[in-house]
T-cell receptor
Framework: GENVEQHPSTLSVQEGDSAVIKCTYS??????FPWYKQELGKGPQLIID?????GEKKDQRIAVTLNKTAKHFSLHITETQPEDSAVYFC????????????FGKGTKLSVKP | KAGVTQTPRYLIKTRGQQVTLSCSPI?????VSWYQQTPGQGLQFLFE?????QRNKGNFPGRFSGRQFSNSRSEMNVSTLELGDSALYLC????WGQGDETQYFGPGTRLLVL
């Protein structure tokens, strides 16, 4: 089955710096890769997603890149702000089904003012 | 549009009991997926329901079951609770087959088994 590895597990940056989180997946049938942000006491919230027919997607300060050949995808956050502090999860659609997401273990991002 | 709602938000049970959790999807969403979140195992897929039928199932024992009603609301049940079932249970809804397949998560039900 699908397996998703996520690095690093913790990341601390200064406000205004960039943050990069990387994930690898194992199942070449996976075709949908969302990123979620989870704040304390809340459910995960989608911040950006990418499908396998696209190599890069950007939404304001957030971008995601996908390398299908190497089976890895990355989240890039530029000009980080203290409110970006949270746990970020990458995921891949298990067996090509978007209702079955396989998640990475999460990255705790801390942005210091 | 209201988001995904889950009830109850918190629950305390003892070993051996059973529990039922409820999820109401976003209006118009017909698919509901359930996930278990623990510090050790992270977010793990339990099952997905669409049109009152289980469509996908994760690697959990048969003590974990679910169902979906005609209005797309879903319930999950855990029987013979074990200490290791203590977790945040999240449900997520999506449209199913209409282009935007994004899963939207609810706030979760935090279950503590004593």
């Amino acid at each position: 089955g699908e397996n998703v590895e996520q690095h690093p597990s913790t990341l601390s940056v200064q406000e205004g710096d960039s943050a990069v989180i990387k994930c690898t997946y194992s199942d070449s049938a996976s075709n949908y890769f969302p990123w979620y942000k989870q704040e304390l006491g809340k459910g995960p919230q989608l911040i950006i997603d990418i499908r396998s027919n696209v190599g890069e997607k950007k939404d304001q300060r957030i971008a995601v890149t996908l390398n299908k050949t190497a089976k890895h995808f990355s989240l890039h956050i530029t000009e980080t702000q203290p409110e970006d502090s949270a746990v970020y999860f990458c995921a891949a659609s298990g067996g090509g089904s978007q209702g079955n997401l396989i998640f990475g273990k999460g990255t705790k991002l801390s942005v210091k003012p | 549009k209201a988001g995904v709602t889950q009830t109850p938000r918190y629950l305390i049970k003892t070993r051996g009991q059973q529990v039922t959790l409820s999820c109401s999807p976003i209006s118009g969403h017909r698919s509901v997926s359930w996930y278990q979140q623990t510090p050790g195992q992270g977010l793990q897929f339990l099952f997905e329901y669409f049109s009152e039928t289980q469509r996908n199932k994760g690697n959990f024992p048969g003590r974990f079951s679910g169902r979906q009603f005609s209005n797309s609301r879903s319930e999950m049940n855990v029987s013979t609770l074990e200490l290791g079932d203590s977790a945040l249970y999240l449900c997520a809804s999506r449209l199913w087959g209409q282009g935007d397949e994004t899963q939207y998560f609810g706030p979760g039900t935090r279950l503590l088994v004593l």
